[in-house]
């Protein structure tokens, strides 16, 4: 797919004078305090894709917060460069302008951006400005748009339960939650936190039984600790791997061996081994076929 700004940015990149020798590659991604959304990370990739396609050396610059012992901003020698760019996001703020204090001996240049306010010293410091929005001009597509991305992971429904105080010194549901979403931030996955409680005065929350049946039909898996976690996904065909909160057993393990479902792990047997193990088989062929003819009954 053509795009304007990278044909912009390129351009502006072997335009006359100096031709780039090292590159670093910049955005609200790199910024300690700053955010790194999904569109900021695909822009990017985006644009890292189409430095190299053109021969142009380059670094990233990430936010010591989001990837750790990566280059950073505060670890990149600016002698180490001749050129900076920018991707992504408003060109508005003292971080922004930051930039252009630490960075002053380099050519900057800020692409796919929204320019809020054209006389912000964010903007104004940049030597080149290719926006993707802000300046009267027509809109560009963002950089996120067609950027290069991976295998898309599997989308997994965590339902926890954190109360069940009927089952006294035999709740272990503070550990099992905290084993299970610690293992589950090290998946590849999107994570997507479910509640069974149904609320009409909370928008985040289903108001009725279908529309959480409707939430948990489209995830690839579930994992919960509830017993209607476990029911309810097994009955809209989804794989489920259920952790029973509880030590010695209790409604969950019932629940598992009255629906015949084997992927069940007790409170004293949770390890990331057989989590993973339960994960593997759910997302595999045998156990999306045990989970649809679940749905079939």
């Known amino acids: 797919m053509h795009h304007d700004v990278t044909t912009a940015v390129l351009r502006a ?14 955005g609200w991604f790199s910024f300690r305090d700053g955010e790194a959304t999904a569109g900021d990370v695909l822009a990017q ?19 010591p ?9 505060e670890t990149a020698d600016p002698r180490a ?14 971080q922004v ?7 002053g001996t380099l050519r900057r240049l800020a692409a796919g951006v929204s320019v809020v306010d054209p006389a912000d010293p964010a903007v104004t410091g940049f030597h080149t400005v290719v926006p993707r929005d802000g300046t009267g001009a ?14 898309l992971p599997p989308v997994a429904g965590v339902v926890l339960s954190h109360g069940q105080g009927e089952y006294g010194e035999r709740r272990r549901h503070a550990e099992v ?20 409680r149904l609320a009409t005065d909370d928008w985040r929350m289903c108001a009725t039984a279908e529309q959480f049946l409707a939430l948990l039909r489209r995830f690839d898996l579930v994992v919960t600790t509830r017993l209607h976690g476990l029911v309810l996904a097994l009955r809209t065909g989804t794989p489920v791997i259920a952790v029973d909160p509880v030590a010695g057993g209790a409604k969950v ?32 062929g045998a156990g999306r076929t045990a989970a649809a003819c679940h749905s079939m009954r």
Do not use: N
């Open 97 to 103: 302008a930051a930039l252009h204090a630490r960075f």
């Open 81 to 94: 460069y001749d050129t900076l760019l920018f991707v992504c996001g408003p060109l508005h703020g003292p």
């Open 177 to 196: 939650t905290e084993r299970i979403t610690g293992w589950l931030a090290g998946k590849d996955c999107a994570r997507v936190p479910a509640d069974t």
């Open 13 to 26: 990149l072997h335009g006359p004078g100096r031709p780039v020798q090292r590159l670093l590659l910049t």
């Open 138 to 151: 027509p809109a560009l597509p963002d950089l996120a748009a067609d950027a290069p991305a991976g295998p």
């Open 253 to 284: 393990s019932a629940q598992a061996r009255a629906l015949g479902w084997p992927a069940l792990v007790a409170a004293d047997a949770l390890t990331p081994d057989t989590l993973d193990h339960w994960w593997q088989w759910a997302l595999s």
């Open 65 to 73: 917060g989001f990837r750790p012992g990566r280059l950073s901003l």
């Open 45 to 63: 990739q985006h644009m890292a894709a189409a430095l190299t396609r053109a021969g142009i050396r380059h670094d990233t610059a990430w936010s």
